[in-house]
């Protein structure tokens, strides 16, 4: 710490002097910047004293040298300790410099003393001082000068540094080599001029010099096992090369090292004057080439690489005949290296381009020559390559592709030449790639600016709809947006240029282009399309031609939900260009629909409108504040977690700018347009805007809330506490709090707000800790220990310790992983005073000094007295005492708290950590013994140990002996047989395997964290060898002898901690601990066993996969190869000639650990280099006499498949879309298409004696099925698997023909289709003579299937390009009739004309019909097609007839055609008429409505027929479903289909709905009935169905029940919405007529006039009917119902049922116009709210209907169950509905049961149902708040009151008893005198109030119940009902 002795001296002498204050402070910075460890913390303090030496500076210039000293020497002192960072080391030289203004001899006298002292301190320099010498180098002047003078001195010791480093290999992962290497690289590159003499001069030969010539060529030869150490060194031989005099000279010794790699380890290499040995090659993986070619790309100076060399013809030069060879070379050989190959590739382009002006003086001719063999070789290289999924490569390519082509334009503009091929070449390789393939979108953007935007869209027409698809694909959509934007600003450009025209005018000629393309993208339901047009597109064009957004915004003008979004998106953009956005009140009214609407993307989009902005200090409006409360306190319980996530986003911009805006005002720096009053008002606003998020966010946080709701309040409380606070983050690169933020905290504290931290507050949070969910846990304790105090009130941790200790000893998981989450909590907000009162170990608090290690000796303790417990009856263990608890407390504690990793490093702590850490590793080993043991009936840690797991038998038959031993022998009579396992078995398992997980868990993260190399050396080992070998055996254990994957799984998270920490740690002995473990398990591979350990043991191949992922990746990983290699000759080891099937064979075994290995994400790209031995072995497999056998290849062979090619990508309906090509495949592994073509080759081969099975055959086919097809190249690598593939068009075998088919489509290029289907079109016979083999036709023609059908996906084939196929396919008609004799043969030929409808003669098209329509009339007349029996494959033609049929019927929508398929359908032939039903349930027919009209008709009127035939319940599930679908839209139901259901309609009905109220139909069924049952009573109830009606809607209750299936309570939800609005009507009438006209009542015209539209077009006819009264009480248990289901766990329910309410909340025109917009689920709750107390508020069973969700809970037993703190079983009851959340839900129904009261007159029948209600309820409600008075009047010291906080139960009981005192109080307040009066009551209304208040405020101290509201806020904290949502409704 020499840094800190010279502070000390300097403070000292500068102690009493004038300078001091200034001195002092600048030395306080300059401490704090070296006691920092993050960036920012350092920056801070280093710039603060930088401005101190500013102000220093003009003093230290009036004071003499001696004066000055000390503080120089101090800064030095500091900068020599900050060479690690240079942006630190150059502010250090910054001050230097400026304090040493007029003292620069005395600055450079100081710094030749500091870098002496390093050269003398020996011969070998340190790192630290290696990092020093480099950054003197570097960045200081006088550095440099001193280096200067000792340049021999600094060569001597970086040579001798270079050679110890090189014999001792420090470590692997060490970085004391590199640093020499850049040493040395820095001193060739900054002192050129020293150095140069020393090489090129025979009388200034430097013998060091040559010394450290050879150690570099040495690490370049591999001695350095680091491969970046290498590429460095190669670096630096190249910069030496740049001291050379003449560029001949330098040329010359590069042309020698490249020929080193020919004679590696012979003869001598005269570099200049230097000669040194030729090192040997000691690792002959070509890396060496790759070393001297990208050293000399990078560095070496342009005339060397361009200088002619002597003694080689055809004036040759580096880079164009020596270079370029090698960069070839090494892209084709180099495939582990991929990244630094291509990088090479592209350093190869650049400097081809620095140098054109000298290449083209030196060959006077092209270099790029179109037929040159340069240009071929390299644009070769880079089309092979374009498709590279190696990270980074793909970047090198497209950099090369636009520097190929800018060199091309260069050279073509330097020789004039006026035709440029090779433009024209590339476009024609882009159009022909398929467009799922990204490479071809970067050569396309550099092609356009040279040949214009025009010619490219002419050549490429199909661009736009590619570019949609491109925006569908995630990983495609960057390129896409790329190559719009190149294209869009080309055509700028070129229309800017030629017409000159206005903005106006470029505006509408972008939308002639591209307006279609983004108004189908930003109208997309695919929310991913949307989300990428708007991102990526949209607001990119607002800049680049802001007149576009008029016509974007009239694009946009309709009301349906896409146009809305899309609206949304355009508002969004232009105001993100712009900066503001005023809107008018039509606008405004449209954004507020768009933020209540129930589209997720609409609401997002609507809420990221309001709260963005492109300045953080523009404040936020009125209106803006305004719908935010609207809308938060409405999607606080959305279920999908990206929507908040997004919301939080969204969120803290707003809350960003309310603070960054306030200050502003607080400065004085607010715009001037402001006055003080707006100034005032807007800080007032911004203040209370927090303070109401704030509290909605803390009182959401109840344990009675629902996940989602407190998951999202947690995260909106993390956007206040983030934005609002002053707590700095020093991990933190962003969202650090302003300096000023303390002016506008003191601000709002003034006016009593912004108390984040107060009680209630914490208790909130403390609740959150003990929640179910380890997110909820995990977040809340992140905002308590990042934001809140840093200790809790003495108390509270109390309290807290108790609970956590309790918590711990829980069975249940969650509660024991709660139990650690708060031990960690308490731990990390406790300090030495509040330890001491925690009831610790009282030895361990009084002899151990740091907290953390005295709460881990304490967790241990408590750990050790579980062991024992467990010793003794391991069944009473894991019911009170399981150990799973406390090891993730210490788990947590060790590893997750910053404060107990420093108390590790400090010196006087190390022994205790050591022995702390010493027995707690023996502990976890004796427990793995005894839990393992125990289920292998073995007891103890001393027990043998098997060689394997045990079975399932023997695992049950332990557990069952333990259990019979904790309860005793007396009860083994009682124990019956179970399939089930008992609770007793799920408590010992439960214990074992999650105790074994976190044992896993700990062992590696401890390894992970004490083994570190960053760890101080003078700390010593704080795990020795010895406790590290016992860590070792823990896991070899838990691995070989475990059965449970989710064990298997944390422990080999922990055993891959554990390998890489000693793999990459220095100490030998250490590395050699996994490398001896690997050995054991290959040896336990191949060795004999009496048992398997691969069926026994899922953890036995993952043993392997953990020590291999623990090699570094940025080195060689000998551990993988040796592995791999060992396992493939073991696999391919010959079988034996009897094995036992119950044993595993090491050959299986070791296909298994294959399989693992190339799963393996920790892997990664490493395995890929052995892929083509594996798969080899995989198809070798496949054909292996022994089934394990089979079965392990082909598991090897998908592993090794997804490997190769990647996860799909995701691409518009979730189809697959893969990105790489067949070409790219075979260019990247040829061997591997090498082996794959052998195998087709030897399948396809003619075979004596029939044809033979070939087990790999289909799993090579399904491989090549994958891959997309690339462009068409003559002699492409995909060329030799045309043949082979054809010929499997023959195999015998079904499956081949259909995947060889597949397998087809990759191999043939788009443009050689039309030629492929028509070959294979004439091979068709033409009559039926000619037939050959059926197979053959039939692979055939699903061949030619597979081609249409992939050309149909990718934008079909030109019309005139198929013309000859088709004339060949019309001359083959006779294949649809019945002289084919095969019916498979037949389909598949209607299948492929299926394909080809729009390019047949109109007689072969008449032809067809008339074929297909003889055939399936004559199955109808109950004829045979031909046939003497019936065929295999007949009931498949008939379905492909039937689907043909109706596809030509909706393509022509001709009357005829479609009359003959309803005919169809009416005929009993069930494959016809399931065929037709699929074909309508797939939506086939969309498109034409007369089609689906007339089907709809026909199944109305044969419905009855149907129902009362009940044939089969398959049918009649598809039947209903297609009447459905066809009637999905309300507007399609017509007169005429009413007339057709004319007397049927309530025998239909009656029928359905006794099939749902009396039969067992099934649940799919049930839906399809009921939903058909609510279409029909929509469109035919008359006043005589009333009964049906009832009925109805108790079959809706029925099924609507929670406890039901999610099917059913569907069922309800969508009946509801089809029916539920026509029901209404008429109860809204009668409601209506029954009201008392008065003021308040809403107007009944305007009601009236709104409920004509309500069920929609066809739905009711109001008008024309009476009011019917007695349909008012299903109206309302209607209403009621929909309540409930809008509470449902399923959100399909749920946005059915708020479909329902939005259908009541329609504005007349609205629903013929445009459509119904459905809002969101609480939008539609507040509607339907609203509506009951508009329409309904009269009627006496409202407010009994709406009490029904008020329950009532037995307050007295949630507490006594708490105060008895029975022991926790291990299973809790599900909740049958975890998302209900009835207090939140009685809350928002309390203004309304208010309202109800306020608005009734006296006497009405609400009245007296309330005063029921009271007589019933009240004196229960009075008890229960006397109860809470007794209970919580006694203070803190409540035992169960920590407990309690967290108790849902209990909170909610709690909530609904506030709820229904205060209605109580309502009621008596409204009923007056007569209600008091009540027996049991004695309370008055003001009273009751009062007592309400004192329970309210003793519950809130308690955390047991929110802060009462303060004012009376909009939304304050829940929905209010009282004001007008209609623009939350539909639009």
């Known amino acids: 710490m020499g840094a800190e002795r010279e502070a000390r001296a300097c403070a000292a002498f500068y102690g009493t002097r004038?300078?001091?204050?200034?001195?002092?402070?600048?030395?306080?910075?300059?401490?704090?910047?070296?006691?920092?460890?993050?960036?920012?913390?350092?920056?801070?303090?280093?710039?603060?004293?930088?401005?101190?030496?500013?102000?220093?500076?003009?003093?230290?210039?009036?004071?003499?040298?001696?004066?000055?000293?000390?503080?120089?020497?101090?800064?030095?002192?500091?900068?020599?300790?900050?060479?690690?960072?240079?942006?630190?080391?150059?502010?250090?030289?910054?001050?230097?410099?400026?304090?040493?203004?007029?003292?620069?001899?005395?600055?450079?006298?100081?710094?030749?003393?500091?870098?002496?002292?390093?050269?003398?301190?020996?011969?070998?320099?340190?790192?630290?001082?290696?990092?020093?010498?480099?950054?003197?180098?570097?960045?200081?002047?006088?550095?440099?000068?001193?280096?200067?003078?000792?340049?021999?001195?600094?060569?001597?010791?970086?040579?001798?540094?270079?050679?110890?480093?090189?014999?001792?290999?420090?470590?692997?992962?060490?970085?004391?080599?590199?640093?020499?290497?850049?040493?040395?690289?820095?001193?060739?590159?900054?002192?050129?001029?020293?150095?140069?003499?020393?090489?090129?001069?025979?009388?200034?030969?430097?013998?060091?010099?040559?010394?450290?010539?050879?150690?570099?060529?040495?690490?370049?030869?591999?001695?350095?096992?680091?491969?970046?150490?290498?590429?460095?060194?190669?670096?630096?031989?190249?910069?030496?090369?740049?001291?050379?005099?003449?560029?001949?000279?330098g040329a010359s010794a590069v042309l020698t090292l490249f020929q080193l790699p020919s004679r590696a380890g012979t003869g001598e290499l005269k570099f200049g004057e230097l000669v040194v040995e030729v090192p040997p090659v000691l690792e002959p993986d070509g890396l060496e080439k790759l070393v001297l070619t990208r050293g000399v790309l990078t560095c070496c100076k342009m005339d060397i690489l361009s200088c002619q060399l002597e003694g080689l013809p055809h004036k040759a030069c580096l880079l164009l005949d020596m270079v370029f060879p090698a960069v070839c070379a090494l892209t084709r050989d180099q495939k582990d290296c991929h990244y630094y190959c291509f990088q090479a590739c592209a350093l190869w382009l650049q400097r081809l381009r620095e140098g054109l002006a000298a290449l083209w003086h030196l060959t006077g001719t092209h270099i790029l020559a179109q037929d040159s063999e340069l240009l071929q070789e390299l644009t070769q290289l880079l089309w092979n390559n374009a498709e590279t999924p190696v990270e980074g490569v793909s970047d090198f390519i497209h950099s090369s592709f636009r520097l190929l082509l800018e060199i091309y334009h260069l050279e073509c503009q330097h020789f004039q030449d006026q035709e440029r091929p090779l433009y024209q070449q590339m476009l024609q390789r882009v159009v022909s790639m398929p467009w799922q393939i990204k490479a071809r979108y970067v050569p396309l953007c550099a092609i356009v600016p040279y040949m214009g935007s025009q010619q490219v869209?002419?050549?490429?027409?199909?661009?736009?709809?590619?570019?949609?698809?491109?925006?569908?694909?995630?990983?495609?959509?960057?390129?896409?947006?790329?190559?719009?934007?190149?294209?869009?600003?080309?055509?700028?450009?070129?229309?800017?240029?030629?017409?000159?025209?206005?903005?106006?005018?470029?505006?509408?000629?972008?939308?002639?282009?591209?307006?279609?393309?983004l108004s189908q993208g930003l109208c997309s339901p695919l929310p991913i399309l949307q989300s990428n047009s708007a991102n990526h597109l949209l607001t990119w064009t607002l800049r680049q031609l802001p007149a576009t957004q008029a016509l974007l915004a009239a694009q946009f003008g309709g009301q349906d939900t896409m146009s809305l979004r899309a609206w949304v998106s355009v508002l969004k953009a232009q105001k993100s260009?712009?900066?503001?956005?005023?809107?008018?009140?039509?606008?405004?009214?449209?954004?507020?629909?768009?933020?209540?609407?129930?589209?997720?993307?609409?609401?997002?989009?609507?809420?990221?409108?309001?709260?963005?902005?492109?300045?953080?200090?523009?404040?936020?409006?009125?209106?803006?504040?305004?719908?935010?409360?609207?809308?938060?306190?409405?999607?606080?319980?959305?279920?999908?977690?990206?929507?908040?996530?997004?919301?939080?986003?969204?969120?803290?911009?707003?809350?960003?700018?309310?603070?960054?805006?306030?200050?502003?005002?607080?400065?004085?720096?607010?715009?001037?347009?402001?006055?003080?009053?707006?100034g005032a008002e807007q800080l007032a606003q911004a203040v209370g805007f927090v303070e109401w998020l704030l509290r909605l966010s803390i009182a959401s946080l109840s344990p009675g809330s629902n996940y989602q709701r407190k998951k999202t309040a947690l995260l909106l409380l993390a956007?206040?506490?983030?934005?609002?606070?002053?707590?700095?983050?020093?991990?933190?690169?962003?969202?650090?709090?302003?300096?000023?933020?303390?002016?506008?905290?003191?601000?709002?504290?003034?006016?009593?707000?912004?108390?984040?931290?107060?009680?209630?507050?914490?208790?909130?949070?403390?609740?959150?800790?003990?929640?179910?969910?380890?997110?909820?846990?995990?977040?809340?304790?992140?905002?308590?220990?990042?934001?809140?105090?840093?200790?809790?009130?003495?108390?509270?941790?109390?309290?807290?310790?108790?609970?956590?200790?309790?918590?711990?000893?829980?069975?249940?998981v969650q509660e024991a992983e709660a139990g650690a989450v708060l031990m960690k909590t308490i731990l990390q907000k406790s300090d030495g005073g509040t330890m001491k009162s925690l009831s610790l170990e009282a030895e361990a608090a009084l002899t151990l000094p740091g907290r953390g290690l005295c709460f881990a000796q304490h967790l241990l303790h408590l750990l050790q007295a579980q062991y024992k417990v467990a010793c003794q009856d391991l069944l009473c263990a894991a019911a009170t005492a399981p150990m799973h608890g406390a090891i993730a407390a210490l788990r947590r504690c060790l590893l997750q708290v910053p404060e107990v990793a420093i108390s590790m490093q400090a010196a006087e702590l190390v022994q205790s950590w050591q022995e702390l850490l010493t027995c707690l590793v023996t502990t976890v080993?004796?427990?793995?013994?005894?839990?393992?043991?125990?289920?292998?009936?073995?007891?103890?840690?001393?027990?043998?140990?098997?060689?394997?797991?045990?079975?399932?038998?023997?695992?049950?038959?332990?557990?069952?002996?333990?259990?019979?031993?904790?309860?005793?022998?007396?009860?083994?009579?009682?124990?019956?047989?179970?399939?089930?396992?008992?609770?007793?078995?799920?408590?010992?398992?439960?214990?074992?395997?999650?105790?074994?997980?976190?044992?896993?868990?700990?062992?590696?993260?401890?390894?992970?964290?004490?083994?570190?190399?960053?760890?101080?050396?003078?700390?010593?080992?704080?795990?020795?060898?010895?406790?590290?070998?016992?860590?070792?055996?823990?896991?070899?254990?838990?691995?070989?002898?475990?059965?449970?994957?989710?064990?298997?799984?944390?422990?080999?998270?922990?055993?891959?901690?554990?390998?890489?920490?000693?793999?990459?740690?220095?100490?030998?002995?250490?590395?050699?601990?996994?490398?001896?473990?690997?050995?054991?398990?290959?040896?336990?591979?191949?060795?004999?066993?009496?048992?398997?350990?691969?069926?026994?043991?899922?953890?036995?191949?993952?043993?392997?996969?953990?020590?291999?992922?623990?090699?570094?990746?940025?080195?060689?990983?000998?551990?993988?190869?040796?592995?791999?290699?060992?396992?493939?000759t073991l696999a391919a080891t010959a079988l034996p000639q009897d094995w036992d099937q119950t044993l595993d064979l090491p050959q299986v075994c070791a296909l298994h650990v294959l399989q693992t290995l190339v799963r393996g994400a920790g892997l990664g790209g490493a395995v890929l280099c052995h892929a083509t031995p594996m798969m080899a072995l995989a198809l070798r497999g496949l054909g292996s006499p022994c089934w394990a056998m089979r079965n392990a290849a082909i598991q090897l062979f998908s592993a090794l498949t997804s490997r190769l090619l990647g996860q799909p990508w995701s691409h518009r309906d979730g189809c697959p879309s893969?990105?790489?090509?067949?070409?790219?495949?075979?260019?990247?592994?040829?061997?591997?298409?090498?082996?794959?073509?052998?195998?087709?080759?030897?399948?396809?081969?003619?075979?004596?004696?029939?044809?033979?099975?070939?087990?790999?055959?289909?799993?090579?086919?399904?491989?090549?099925?994958?891959?997309?097809?690339?462009?068409?190249?003559?002699?492409?690598?995909?060329?030799?698997?045309?043949?082979?593939?054809?010929?499997?068009?023959?195999?015998?075998?079904?499956?081949?023909?259909?995947?060889?088919?597949?397998?087809?489509?990759?191999?043939?290029?788009?443009?050689?289709?039309?030629?492929?289907?028509?070959?294979?079109?004439?091979?068709?016979?033409?009559?039926?003579?000619?037939?050959?083999?059926?197979?053959?036709?039939?692979?055939?023609?699903?061949?030619?299937?597979?081609?249409?059908?992939?050309?149909?996906?990718?934008?079909?084939?030109?019309?005139?390009?198929?013309?000859?196929?088709?004339?060949?396919?019309?001359?083959?008609?006779?294949?649809?009739?019945?002289?084919?004799?095969?019916?498979?043969?037949?389909?598949?030929?209607?299948?492929?004309?299926?394909?080809?409808?729009?390019?047949?003669?109109?007689?072969?098209?008449?032809?067809?019909?008339?074929?297909?329509?003889?055939?399936?009339?004559?199955?109808?007349?109950?004829?045979?097609?031909?046939?003497?029996?019936?065929?295999?494959?007949?009931?498949?033609?008939?379905?492909?007839?039937?689907?043909?049929?109706?596809?030509?019927?909706?393509?022509?929508?001709?009357?005829?055609?479609?009359?003959?398929?309803?005919?169809?359908?009416?005929?009993?032939?069930?494959?016809?008429?399931?065929?037709?039903?699929?074909?309508?349930i797939a939506g086939e027919g969309g498109s034409c409505k007369e089609v689906e009209n007339a089907l709809g008709l026909t199944l109305l009127e044969s419905l009855q027929s149907v129902l009362q035939e009940r044939r089969d319940k398959e049918f009649l599930r598809l039947y209903l479903e297609a009447l459905l679908h066809l009637y999905r839209d309300p507007s399609s139901w017509s007169q005429e289909a009413s007339s057709k259901l004319q007397g049927s309609s309530r025998s239909c009905l009656e029928m359905l709905l006794h099939m749902v109220e009396a039969e067992c139909p099934g649940p799919d069924l049930l839906f399809q009935a009921l939903c058909v049952a609510s279409l029909l009573l929509a469109h035919q109830c008359g006043d005589e169905d009333v009964a049906l009606v009832e009925r109805w809607c108790a079959a809706l209750e029925e099924c609507s029940r929670c406890t039901w299936s999610e099917v059913q309570r569907l069922a309800a939800a969508r009946s509801l919405q089809l029916a539920g609005p026509g029901v209404l009507q008429p109860s809204l009438r009668a409601a209506r007529s029954l009201q008392l006209a008065g003021p308040g009542v809403l107007q009944p015209s305007l009601r009236a006039a709104r409920s004509l539209q309500l069920a929609g077009p066809g739905v009711l006819q109001p008008s024309l009917r009476a009011a019917r009264p007695s349909l008012v009480p299903v109206a309302l248990r209607l209403i009621n119902m929909a309540i409930h289901l809008l509470?449902?766990?399923?959100?399909?329910?749920?946005?059915?049922?708020?479909?329902?309410?939005?259908?009541?909340?329609?504005?007349?025109?609205?629903?013929?116009?445009?459509?119904?917009?459905?809002?969101?689920?609480?939008?539609?709750?507040?509607?339907?709210?609203?509506?009951?107390?508009?329409?309904?508020?009269?009627?006496?069973?409202?407010?009994?209907?709406?009490?029904?969700?008020?329950?009532?809970?037995?307050?007295?037993?949630?507490?006594?169950e708490l105060e008895a703190n029975k022991a926790a079983s291990l299973y809790k009851e599900d909740e049958p509905n975890v998302f209900a959340e009835p207090a939140v839900l009685a809350q928002q129904l309390l203004p309304v049961l208010v309202q109800l009261l306020e608005k009734a007159p006296t006497g009405s029948p609400v009245h007296a149902s309330a005063l029921q209600w009271l007589e019933a309820t009240g004196p229960g409600v009075l008890r229960d708040l006397q109860y809470c008075k007794h209970c919580w009047s006694q203070g803190p010291a409540v035992r169960w009151g920590m407990k309690a906080l967290g108790c849902a139960k209990l909170h909610t009981a709690l909530a609904l008893l506030l709820v229904r005192a205060r209605l109580l109080a309502q009621v008596l307040r409204v009923l007056g005198e007569g209600a008091t009066n009540t027996p049991g009551l004695g309370y008055g209304s003001q009273e009751l109030e009062q007592e309400l208040e004192l329970v309210q405020g003793l519950l809130v101290q308690h955390g047991l119940a929110p802060v009462p509201k303060q004012d009376n806020a909009p939304g304050e904290l829940g929905l209010l009902l009282g004001t007008d949502s209609s623009r939350h409704a539909a639009v």
């Open 18 to 249: 004038g300078l001091a204050p200034t001195v002092l402070s600048c030395l306080r910075c300059l401490r704090h910047f070296a006691g920092s460890t993050a960036k920012r913390c350092k920056e801070k303090h280093l710039e603060e004293a930088l401005q101190l030496t500013r102000t220093l500076s003009e003093g230290l210039q009036a004071l003499g040298e001696a004066e000055a000293r000390p503080l120089l020497r101090c800064v030095l002192a500091f900068q020599m300790e900050a060479t690690s960072s240079c942006s630190s080391f150059q502010k250090l030289e910054q001050m230097v410099t400026q304090l040493a203004v007029g003292k620069e001899a005395l600055l450079a006298q100081e710094v030749d003393t500091l870098l002496t002292g390093l050269a003398l301190q020996g011969e070998v320099l340190s790192p630290e001082d290696l990092q020093s010498v480099s950054m003197f180098l570097e960045e200081s002047s006088l550095g440099r000068q001193h280096w200067r003078q000792n340049l021999a001195l600094l060569l001597q010791r970086l040579a001798s540094t270079l050679h110890w480093v090189l014999q001792g290999q420090p470590t692997p992962g060490s970085t004391w080599g590199y640093l020499v290497i850049k040493a040395c690289l820095q001193v060739f590159q900054v002192l050129p001029e020293d150095v140069a003499p020393l090489v090129w001069s025979t009388s200034g030969k430097s013998e060091t010099l040559q010394s450290l010539l050879g150690l570099l060529l040495e690490v370049a030869w591999g001695k350095a096992l680091n491969k970046d150490t290498r590429l460095l060194a190669g670096t630096a031989l190249s910069m030496l090369v740049n001291t050379a005099p003449q560029p001949q000279r």
């Open 719 to 812: 956007a206040v506490l983030e934005t609002c606070t002053d707590t700095w983050s020093p991990d933190r690169k962003k969202g650090q709090p302003p300096r000023t933020m303390a002016t506008l905290l003191s601000y709002a504290r003034q006016r009593g707000c912004w108390d984040f931290f107060s009680q209630p507050n914490l208790l909130a949070l403390l609740s959150c800790l003990q929640d179910s969910t380890n997110e909820i846990r995990d977040l809340a304790s992140e905002l308590l220990v990042r934001y809140f105090p840093t200790t809790f009130p003495e108390p509270i941790a109390l309290a807290l310790f108790q609970l956590a200790q309790d918590t711990l000893g829980s069975p249940r």
């Open 1218 to 1480: 893969e990105g790489l090509s067949l070409h790219a495949f075979l260019g990247q592994h040829p061997k591997l298409g090498a082996v794959l073509l052998g195998e087709l080759k030897v399948a396809t081969a003619p075979t004596t004696g029939g044809p033979r099975l070939h087990p790999a055959l289909h799993a090579i086919l399904t491989l090549l099925a994958q891959l997309q097809p690339g462009a068409d190249i003559a002699g492409s690598p995909s060329a030799p698997f045309l043949g082979p593939l054809l010929g499997l068009a023959e195999s015998p075998i079904y499956a081949v023909r259909a995947m060889a088919a597949k397998a087809l489509v990759p191999v043939v290029a788009p443009p050689q289709r039309c030629r492929l289907l028509l070959q294979l079109a004439r091979q068709l016979p033409a009559a039926p003579g000619h037939i050959r083999s059926h197979n053959a036709v039939h692979g055939h023609l699903l061949q030619m299937q597979a081609l249409l059908g992939s050309a149909r996906g990718t934008g079909g084939l030109l019309a005139e390009a198929l013309h000859p196929v088709v004339l060949q396919l019309e001359a083959r008609g006779w294949l649809l009739t019945p002289a084919q004799r095969c019916p498979l043969v037949r389909a598949a030929f209607l299948q492929v004309l299926a394909l080809l409808p729009t390019s047949f003669s109109p007689g072969f098209a008449q032809y067809i019909h008339d074929t297909i329509s003889t055939e399936l009339g004559s199955l109808l007349r109950g004829g045979k097609s031909g046939c003497a029996e019936p065929q295999v494959g007949s009931a498949i033609l008939h379905q492909s007839m039937a689907h043909f049929m109706c596809s030509e019927a909706a393509r022509l929508a001709d009357s005829e055609r479609i009359g003959a398929v309803c005919s169809l359908l009416q005929q009993p032939n069930p494959d016809i008429q399931l065929a037709i039903l699929s074909w309508v």
């Open 457 to 517: 869209l002419d050549a490429y027409p199909d661009l736009p709809e590619h570019l949609l698809s491109c925006l569908s694909t995630n990983h495609l959509c960057p390129a896409a947006a790329e190559v719009y934007k190149v294209l869009v600003r080309q055509q700028c450009s070129e229309w800017r240029d030629g017409q000159r025209g206005t903005e106006e005018a470029l505006a509408e000629q972008w939308a002639l282009c591209w307006l279609p393309l």
């Open 1687 to 1760: 509470q449902d766990e399923e959100r399909e329910v749920r946005h059915e049922a708020s479909g329902f309410a939005s259908l009541l909340q329609q504005s007349p025109g609205e629903l013929l116009q445009d459509g119904c917009i459905f809002v969101q689920d609480n939008v539609g709750l507040q509607s339907l709210l609203e509506l009951l107390l508009g329409e309904f508020g009269e009627h006496p069973d409202t407010f009994n209907s709406l009490l029904q969700h008020i329950p009532i809970l037995d307050l007295r037993s949630v507490v006594e």
């Open 925 to 1128: 080993r004796d427990i793995t013994s005894l839990l393992l043991g125990a289920l292998q009936s073995q007891q103890g840690p001393g027990a043998d140990v098997q060689a394997a797991a045990p079975s399932f038998a023997e695992m049950g038959n332990a557990i069952g002996s333990l259990i019979m031993l904790g309860k005793g022998q007396g009860q083994e009579e009682e124990e019956g047989d179970s399939v089930l396992l008992s609770e007793e078995h799920s408590l010992i398992l439960t214990c074992c395997w999650v105790s074994v997980k976190e044992i896993g868990l700990l062992l590696g993260g401890l390894a992970e964290l004490l083994l570190s190399p960053a760890l101080p050396a003078e700390v010593g080992p704080l795990l020795p060898l010895p406790t590290l070998q016992m860590a070792t055996r823990v896991f070899q254990e838990i691995l070989l002898r475990c059965r449970h994957w989710g064990a298997v799984e944390g422990c080999s998270m922990g055993f891959t901690k554990f390998c890489a920490a000693l793999l990459n740690h220095p100490d030998p002995e250490l590395q050699a601990i996994p490398r001896a473990v690997l050995e054991q398990g290959l040896e336990a591979l191949g060795g004999p066993r009496s048992s398997s350990i691969t069926r026994r043991a899922a953890g036995f191949p993952m043993l392997f996969l953990c020590i291999v992922s623990g090699e570094a990746p940025a080195q060689a990983r000998p551990l993988l190869t040796h592995c791999i290699q060992t396992l493939l």
């Open 577 to 678: 260009v712009t900066g503001a956005l005023p809107l008018g009140d039509e606008a405004l009214e449209r954004l507020s629909r768009c933020l209540g609407t129930r589209e997720e993307g609409v609401r997002l989009a609507a809420l990221g409108l309001l709260c963005c902005s492109p300045n953080t200090n523009q404040p936020l409006s009125g209106t803006e504040v305004r719908l935010l409360r609207e809308f938060l306190p409405l999607n606080l319980n959305c279920a999908s977690s990206s929507f908040r996530q997004l919301l939080q986003a969204a969120v803290r911009k707003a809350l960003v700018r309310l603070r960054d805006s306030s200050l502003a005002q607080l400065r004085g720096k607010a715009p001037r347009l402001s006055g003080p009053a707006e």
